[in-house]
C-alpha cells in the first residue's frame, strides 16, 4: 500500500514518473491536470469552469480541485493506495487535503518532489511543441509555481513527508532514484 504525492514544476516529468510509479506500487495515478482536460473535453459543469483559468495558466480555484478529489479517493480502486499528480498545489489545498485523508481514514504516505532548474524547464518545455506552450505562457505557469506551489516544499519538508529527487537526470536515473528513496522509506515504516 502505498499513498503518493509526486509534486514538482510544469515539465519536470511528473506524468512519465507517475506512470512508473503507479506500475511499481499497483496504485491509480491520479492526475488533476487528466481529469481537468477530460471535463474540459466532455463539457462538463466543472470542465466548462476550469476552461477558463487554465486558458490564462492559471490555477484552478481550491474549491472545485478539492470536490473533484474528493470524489475519486473514495472510489474503491484508491482503498489500496494511490498517486496523487498535480494535487495539492498550494499550502490551503495540503490543509484541505489532510483533512479529507482524516474523514476518509486514510493518511499520506511520501511526497516526491522533482526538482528541475526554471531555463531547463522552459528549454523542454518549449521542445514538446504544444499549441499553449509558449514562452509567456510557460513563463507564467513557472511564476504561479513558484509563488503559489512551491510553498509545499517547506510544508511537506517541515512535517518529514519530503524526497527531494534531481528531475533534470535523465528519465531511467529519475525513476531509478525515486524508486531507491522509496523503497528505504517503505522498509523503514
Given at each position: ?5 509526486l ?17 511499481r ?31 490564462r ?13 474528493r ?36 493518511s ?27 514562452e509567456?505562457?510557460?513563463?507564467r ?19 518529514n ?29
Amino acid at each position: 500500500m502505498a499513498r503518493l504525492i509526486l509534486f514538482g514544476p510544469p515539465g519536470a516529468g511528473k506524468g512519465t514518473q507517475a506512470v512508473e510509479l503507479s506500475s511499481r506500487f499497483t496504485v491509480p495515478h491520479i492526475s488533476t491536470g487528466d481529469l481537468f482536460r477530460a471535463a474540459v473535453s466532455e463539457q462538463t459543469a466543472l470542465g466548462v469552469k476550469a476552461q477558463g483559468y487554465l486558458d490564462r495558466g492559471e490555477l484552478v480555484p481550491d474549491e472545485l480541485v478539492i470536490d473533484m478529489i474528493r470524489e475519486r479517493l473514495v472510489q474503491p480502486d484508491t482503498q489500496a493506495g494511490w498517486l496523487l499528480d498535480g494535487f495539492p498545489r498550494t499550502v490551503p489545498q495540503a490543509h484541505a487535503l489532510d483533512e479529507l485523508l482524516s474523514s476518509i481514514n486514510q493518511s499520506l504516505d511520501r511526497v516526491v518532489n522533482l526538482e528541475v532548474p526554471d531555463g531547463f524547464l522552459l528549454e523542454r518545455l518549449l521542445g514538446r511543441g504544444r499549441k499553449d506552450d509558449n514562452e509567456e505562457v510557460i513563463r507564467r505557469r513557472l511564476q504561479v509555481y513558484h509563488d503559489q506551489t512551491a510553498p509545499l516544499i517547506r510544508f511537506y519538508g517541515d512535517r518529514n513527508q519530503l524526497t527531494d529527487i534531481d528531475g533534470s537526470a535523465p528519465v531511467e536515473d529519475v525513476t531509478a532514484a525515486i524508486q531507491t528513496a522509496l523503497t528505504a522509506f517503505f522498509s523503514q515504516a
